[in-house]
């Protein structure tokens, strides 16, 4: 009998060990998640690009000639203007060339002035033999002198004409010489022109393509200029995300280079042919205030906005869930889980999702880690956390 009581005690002892055990086994099967409502927020939808710095007007410096680089006066990161000397070529070969044009038009003006002289007193020549020809003329009419002398004062006038249409036909070839050596002069002087290279217009040098002594060919890159203004970001933007994506709307950008720091934009153009491999198009998005240093090339992202709502319903964007190809949440009730579809709206990028429909405001939704709500069934019973 004494055995029996013994054993009964130690079964007593025995019962709560197992009692606890089973207790942390229906605790741990049982999830624990976390509790959330739908509360108001400020909610801006906006669209996911990525791309480059690029800049629309990127010229390239080069010279009209062939020569040899005899001075560079700007390097890559400078800021020029319109008008400013770049780099000067070698020039001794046109300069003479122009010197020696100057020269030929100097001599064609000499030869003018004595062409115009001559012209002068042929004229002279001329009333003086037209006059002796006019008085023989009447003398030899009269029989005062013979026919002979006359004519040898005619043939003096004729000689006389012919002198002045000489010398005015000497004066035009000696003008025509001049237009020719006028065009060879400005010839000349373009050449010399040339061999200096400005700035078309106002920019940053992006790269300087050659150095000192090297000899440029027509064409020949020597500087690349961009200008700043024109400077955007060039974005890929998914088909399936292009829905309020349109000319003039507001984006923020953010370089590779200035992590954390957000830069105001907006679109400036949309492409019209998507690439038919990433399913993505172009969108080039610029900067409100040009950047002071930027670099072509540049990784970016772009955020561009699409809707704005003020005092919207939303959750945290962990508990939308889909199920049956339905987007929905969790709902949880007297420790129990309920699947409920809702209509969803703006995607906020703090992880807030809008609730356009299908609660009502007041239920506790379920939120857990990823792969726990993977797991979630309808009547599933769970423990909450606040």
Known sequence: MELLKTLTRKKKYLIWPIVLVAVGIVLKVTPRVKVVTVEKHDLTAQVYGNGTVEAKVVVGV????????????????????????????????????QRQSEA???????????????????KANLALAEKNAQRFKTLAEKN??????????????????????????????VRME?????????????????????????GVIITRDLEKGATVTSGMSIFTLADPRTVWVKANVDESQLKGVSIGKKAMITLRSTA??????????????????????????TFTQP????????????????????????????????????????VVANGKLTFKQVTIGIEDRRNVTEIVAGLDGGERVAVAPPPEMAKFKDGMKVRTAQ
Request: with cysteine; net charge negative.
């Open 62 to 97: 080069s010279s009209k000639i062939t020569g040899r680089i005899a001075e560079l006066y700007a390097d890559q990161g400078d800021q020029v203007k319109r008008g400013q000397l770049l780099a000067r070529l070698e020039n001794d070969d046109v300069f003479h060339q």
């Open 104 to 122: 030929g038009l100097s001599r064609s003006a000499a030869s003018l002035s004595v062409e115009q002289a001559n012209l002068q007193k042929a």
């Open 144 to 173: 005062l002198v013979a026919k002979l002398e006359a004519e040898q004062y005619d043939t003096a006038c004729q000689v006389a004409r012919e002198e002045v249409a000489r010398c005015r036909a000497a004066i035009d070839a």
């Open 178 to 202: 001049q237009q020719a050596g006028r065009a060879g002069l400005g010839f000349a002087k373009s050449k010399v022109a040339d061999t200096l290279i400005y700035a078309p217009q106002d």
């Open 260 to 285: 954390g720091e957000q830069f105001p934009g907006q679109v400036a153009r949309l492409g019209h042919q998507s690439d038919r491999v990433t399913e993505e198009l172009e969108v080039d998005v």
């Open 291 to 330: 950047l002071k240093n930027f670099r072509l090339g540049e990784q970016s992202d772009v955020y561009i906005v699409t809707e704005m709502k003020k005092d919207a319903p939303a959750l945290p964007s962990a508990a939308i869930v889909t199920k049956d190809k339905k987007r929905g949440v969790w």
